[in-house]
C-alpha cells in the first residue's frame, strides 16, 4: 500500500533540474509533497487533487495523473535551500484523509 | 501557513516509564490530528488517526494500549507512549489536518518529539 518513490537518492549541481516520481498501486483521490530536513518536520509544498492537475510553487512544480495513479515533483534551477528528503503522501479515496507516504527521496544540492 | 506546536521536543526517560507528547494547532481548529513515527533516514509511520470527540483509529500492528491517544479538544491532541521500552526510541511527529474550500485535508506537521528510552 505505500507509494513507491524514484530514484531514491539524488545528487545535484545547483542550477540543475530534477524529477522525483511517486506511484501507488492504489487509486488515488490526491497527492501530498513534503520535504523533511534532517532533524526537523516535513514541510508542505503542495497538494494535488485531479488527475492531469499540475500546480507550480516558485520553482517548484508537480503534475498528477489520476489514471496512471502517479505524480511526479519537478524542481528546476535547483538551489541550495532544495536539499533534504521529499516524501510523497497518497491518500485513497474513501479514506478519511490519512496519508500513506513513500519512503522518501533525498536529494543534495552542491555549489 | 497554519502552525502545529509539540510538546517536549525532546525527552529522555527510563525504561518502564509512561511521556505524555502533546500536539497543539495554534491558529486553527482541527477535527483530525495525525500520529507518526519515523525512524532515522526511514519514512513516516501513520501510527493512528485522532479525531475530536471519539476515539482514536490504530493502524494495524499498532498498539493501542501501548500508545493511548486523547483528542480533548479541536486543538489539542495527546500521545502517551504507556511504560516505554528502548525499542520505542523513536521520532514522533503529529500533524493536524485543516480542510479549506481550496486544499481539502492539507496536513501541517509538528516539530516532532524526540523520545529517547534508557
Known amino acids: 500500500q505505500q507509494p513507491v518513490q524514484s530514484p531514491q537518492a539524488v545528487i545535484l549541481r545547483e542550477g540543475e533540474d530534477a524529477v522525483i516520481n511517486c506511484s501507488s498501486s492504489k487509486a488515488l483521490y490526491s497527492v501530498h509533497w513534503y520535504r523533511q530536513k534532517h532533524g526537523e518536520a516535513p514541510v508542505f509544498l503542495m497538494i494535488?487533487?485531479?488527475?492531469?492537475e499540475q500546480k507550480g510553487h516558485e520553482k517548484i512544480s508537480a503534475s498528477f495523473n489520476e489514471k496512471k495513479q502517479q505524480s511526479s515533483l519537478y524542481l528546476t534551477a535547483s538551489q541550495l535551500s532544495y536539499s533534504g528528503t521529499y516524501f510523497c503522501g497518497t491518500e485513497i479515496r474513501g479514506n478519511t484523509g490519512k496519508l500513506i507516504f513513500g519512503q522518501g527521496t533525498t536529494l543534495q544540492v552542491k555549489p | 501557513g497554519a502552525v502545529v506546536s509539540q510538546h517536549p521536543s525532546r525527552v529522555i526517560c527510563k525504561s518502564g516509564t509512561s511521556v505524555k507528547i502533546e500536539c497543539r494547532s495554534l491558529?486553527?481548529?482541527?477535527?483530525?490530528m495525525f500520529w507518526y513515527r519515523q525512524f532515522p533516514k526511514k519514512s513516516l509511520m501513520l501510527m493512528a488517526t485522532s479525531n475530536e470527540g471519539s476515539k482514536a483509529t490504530y493502524e494495524q500492528g499498532v498498539e493501542k494500549d501501548k500508545f493511548l491517544i486523547n483528542h480533548a479538544s479541536l486543538t489539542l491532541s495527546t500521545l502517551t507512549v504507556t511504560s516505554a521500552h528502548p525499542e520505542d526510541s523513536s521520532f514522533y511527529i503529529c500533524?493536524?489536518?485543516?480542510?479549506?474550500?481550496?486544499?481539502?485535508?492539507?496536513?501541517?506537521f509538528g516539530p516532532g518529539t524526540r523520545l529517547t528510552v534508557l
Open positions: 500533524s493536524a489536518s485543516l480542510t479549506t474550500r481550496l486544499a481539502r485535508n492539507e496536513q501541517f
Open positions: 491558529d486553527f481548529q482541527a477535527t483530525t
Open positions: 494535488l487533487l485531479k488527475g492531469g
